[in-house]
């Protein structure tokens, strides 16, 4: 059993257009990670949320973590080919516990 | 400061033999982890040292084993390599606290024939 759903797995949108990333579990986390990972490359952390409600902006990706901290999601506006890439939520249920994954959203935006 | 680095990059073994993949953390943290990322499974987690010590263990079988060094230096075995092992390694680095972020290295790409 997967404890974090990303959806959608794949999505392929044109440059300009916007986008959500969604990241759901049934299990409360003390933070959540946001990477973003190119082929062949090790995930970049792009923000860690740990407050429920918590709402962040990296130049055009915002990034909310749910009141209750069971799921999170990413908007992207006006998606770039350079975003392009997967990008992997990743929770914690303590600091002393691993990070656990989700399996990823595989975005391709094109020019 | 320096990132994390990982070496080899790539590495090519046949069945049956042994691997060793080394990773130095960013200087400071004293957390590093591995993780085994595969197209159908994603990132799944293999341990975590800090101080030299293993924090915590995924599921995988005894074949995957790791150590830590007194620098946080950390180096991670496979015996007796599986087709199945072929996969991306990666370490991540941290500083122990109240926010669990990582760091990534850029992996080492294992091919099993």
């Known amino acids: 059993t997967q404890l974090l759903e990303q959806s959608p797995q794949f999505l392929s949108i044109q440059e300009g257009e916007n986008l959500t990333v969604y990241c759901n579990s049934s299990s409360v986390f003390s933070s959540l990670q946001w990477y973003r990972q190119e082929p062949g490359e090790g995930p970049v952390l792009l923000v860690t949320v740990v407050t429920g409600g918590e709402v962040k902006k990296l130049k055009r990706l915002t990034f909310q973590f749910g009141d209750a901290r069971k799921d999170s999601s990413l908007h992207i506006t006006a998606a770039q080919p350079g975003d392009t890439g997967l990008y992997l939520c990743a929770g914690a249920r303590s600091g002393n516990t691993p990070l656990v994954f989700g399996k990823g959203t595989r975005l391709s935006v094109i020019a | 400061k320096a990132g994390v680095t990982q070496t080899p990059r790539y590495l090519i073994k046949t069945r049956g033999q042994q691997v060793t993949l080394s990773c130095s953390p960013i200087s400071g943290h004293r957390s590093v982890s591995w993780y085994q990322q595969t197209p159908g499974q994603g990132l799944q987690f293999l341990f975590e040292y800090f101080s030299e010590t293993q924090r915590n263990k995924g599921n995988f079988p005894g074949r995957f084993s790791g150590r830590q060094f007194s620098n946080s230096r950390s180096e991670m075995n496979v015996s007796t390599l599986e087709l199945g092992d072929s996969a991306l390694y990666l370490c991540?680095?941290?500083?122990?606290?109240?926010?669990?972020?990582?760091?990534f290295g850029p992996g080492t790409r294992l091919t099993v024939t």
């Open positions: 991540a680095s941290r500083q122990v606290g109240l926010s669990y972020e990582q760091y």
